[in-house]
């Protein structure tokens, strides 16, 4: 039965991330298929979530920025009843991103007592992300005109450090301007992003810090030099309540088989 107050409901939302899809159904990464490894994920997601109020996509759904990579995303996504968001990460075209789907591109959603802003910190032919002026202000402004929301920031480049020697340098260059942004704006519950194709969850200064692993190839954690792991592909869940908590977890795709294969082209 649904909630008699939807601004006091619960919103429960899903995190999909890094699904490095390829035009062509056969593309893989170190041997690992990723459409197939994105199916088992979504499987488990239907499985363990009856309820989806939001499904947030935070970047690297395609590997080669193909329009049939989005269309792939997009056709199997959707077996996700629910409103979803996109934003791009460093192997997505956002052009091409915003031409297949330019309705799950929105920057804001206001969604039960919370208000969820996507930030777009790709960079054109980069790894490395950078929060540019526009998105600084939108975010400026998107924070400023909450009028009472609880909010949760998302985006693509991690914006601490998280212990692993080289992904560091491809992380969020202006990370600075943005958490000290978020600092005058109490609001802010909780930071999202992906990239590092891991768990993370830290809280300081009052908020939550949170990534999630890939729904294809994991990252080893702590890692010095680029290593991956034979971890399950997963995705996270959240629960924001009115009262600004947050509940969240990670939960991964338990009947799917990781089979690397270091001698086929890597990530």
């Not at 052009?95 to 007592?113: F, K, N, W």
């Not at 009028?147 to 491809?170: K, T």
């Not at 949170?210 to 399950?232: H, R």
Request: proline share 6%; net charge negative; with cysteine.
């Amino acid at each position: 039965m649904p909630h008699p107050d939807p601004l006091q409901a619960p919103v429960h939302v899903v995190q999909l991330t890094d699904a490095h899809l390829f035009g062509d159904a056969t593309g893989t990464l170190l041997g690992l298929n990723t459409r197939d490894s994105l199916r088992h994920v979504i499987a488990q997601v239907r499985r363990e979530q009856p309820r989806i109020d939001l499904l947030l996509c935070t970047g690297d759904l395609s590997q080669d920025g193909s329009v049939a990579s989005y269309e792939a995303f997009r056709q199997l996504t959707g077996e996700i009843q629910a409103p979803t968001r996109w934003l791009p990460g460093n192997h997505d075209e956002a052009r091409v991103m915003a031409e297949v789907a330019p309705e799950l591109v929105q920057a804001v959603t206001d969604i039960g007592a919370w208000r969820v802003v996507m930030l777009d910190s790709s960079v054109l032919g980069a790894t490395h992300g950078l929060l540019e002026p526009d998105q600084l202000a939108l975010l400026d402004q998107a924070l400023a005109s909450a009028a009472g929301r609880h909010c949760l920031v998302c985006c693509h480049h991690q914006p601490v450090d998280i212990g692993c020697a080289w992904i560091a340098p491809i992380g969020l260059r202006n990370a600075d301007d943005l958490l000290q942004r978020l600092k005058g704006y109490p609001q802010v519950k909780a930071l999202l992003w992906g990239h590092i194709h891991q768990a993370w969850d830290e809280q300081r200064d009052g908020m939550r810090y949170l990534a999630t692993p890939s729904t294809c190839i994991q990252f080893a954690p702590g890692s010095e030099d680029f290593k991956v792991s034979e971890e399950l592909p997963g995705y996270r869940w959240l629960r924001l309540h009115a009262d600004g908590r947050l509940e969240t977890g990670v939960e991964r795709a338990r009947d799917f088989e990781v089979r690397l294969d270091f001698d086929s082209p890597g990530y």
